[in-house]
């Protein structure tokens, strides 16, 4: 199994990026793909997450309304668009994906695969 995430960069606050998340090695819509993040110093935080079969998504609270996460079955890939960007979602983000379907506790899972990380640095 094997994730590569890819999008990030370097933008000032509020504007927008999308992130790539791109899953082989797995029947994609029997796994869940979440996207978490870490900033320097940070505990790891829990950003979205969407089920492989039928799109159920969740969000942490601190970008609902910002963040929308989306797939294509067809390219077997996971976005994550993020608007109106804070110097405070400055972090590494990185996709994870797992068979099991966590529903509401997915930011305390214990995903079994992950991905590198993509930096993404919002300046103000």
């Known amino acids: 199994v094997q994730l590569q995430a890819s999008g990030g960069g370097l933008v000032q606050a509020g504007e927008s990026l999308r992130l790539s998340c791109v899953v082989s090695?797995?029947?994609?819509?029997?796994?869940?793909i979440a996207w978490f993040r870490q900033a320097p110093e940070k505990e790891r935080e829990g950003v979205s997450c969407?089920?492989?079969?039928?799109?159920?998504?969740y969000y942490g609270d601190s970008v609902k309304g910002r963040f929308t996460v989306s797939s294509d079955k067809t390219k077997n890939t996971v976005y994550l668009q993020m608007n109106n960007l804070k110097p405070e979602d400055t972090a590494v983000y990185f996709c994870?994906?797992?068979?099991?379907?966590?529903?509401?506790?997915?930011?305390?899972?214990?995903?079994?695969?992950w991905g590198q990380g993509t930096l993404v640095t919002v300046s103000s």
């Open positions: 994870a994906a797992d068979s099991v379907w966590y529903g509401d506790r997915w930011s305390s899972g214990s995903w079994d695969y």
């Open positions: 090695g797995v029947i994609f819509d029997e796994y869940a």
């Open positions: 969407i089920s492989g079969g039928d799109d159920r998504v």
